[in-house]
């Protein structure tokens, strides 16, 4: 695959799969075991990305995505991303706040055969976490 082509994919993961819910995208762009790398503070750190999306949708249905860099090499690409969403639904045990919430965050993704194979995630969970007043 070229460094355009991964992009490609990484960009579909952004638009189509997380900014219009298209999962039937996700086999496409996907395999069914991506392996994640969260740091330890992550504060959601699912197991499966069908997963992440689902109980994403449920506490945060019109989370909104902000693609500002992207970068290939080989075979990763590197989103620097930021969103906006409310939180409308169950999140980490939770009830619903109805709290408006940004966060951003750097990933990283690792392209084979035309999928996503494995991501290193980092982003403000400890800003998210403030933001919902579940702590201080």
Do not use: C
């Not at 706040?97 to 995630?121: A, L, Y």
């Amino acid at each position: 695959m070229t460094l355009e082509e991964n992009k490609a994919i990484v960009r579909r993961y952004w638009f189509d799969f997380w900014n219009e819910k298209n999962v039937a995208v996700l086999d496409e762009i996907a395999v069914e075991d991506v392996v994640f790398h969260f740091p330890p503070g992550q504060a959601h750190q699912p197991p499966t990305l069908r997963k992440w999306f689902e109980t994403a949708l449920i506490a945060f249905p019109d989370v909104f995505f902000t693609l500002h860099d992207e970068l290939a090499e080989g075979d990763k690409v590197v989103s620097r991303w930021s969103y906006e969403a409310t939180n409308t639904g169950n999140f980490l045990g939770r009830e619903t706040t109805s709290i408006r919430v940004q966060d951003q965050g750097i990933d990283i993704f690792r392209i084979e055969n035309g999928k996503i194979v494995e991501m290193w995630v980092a982003q403000d969970s400890l800003g998210l976490l403030q933001q919902l007043k579940v702590i201080q």
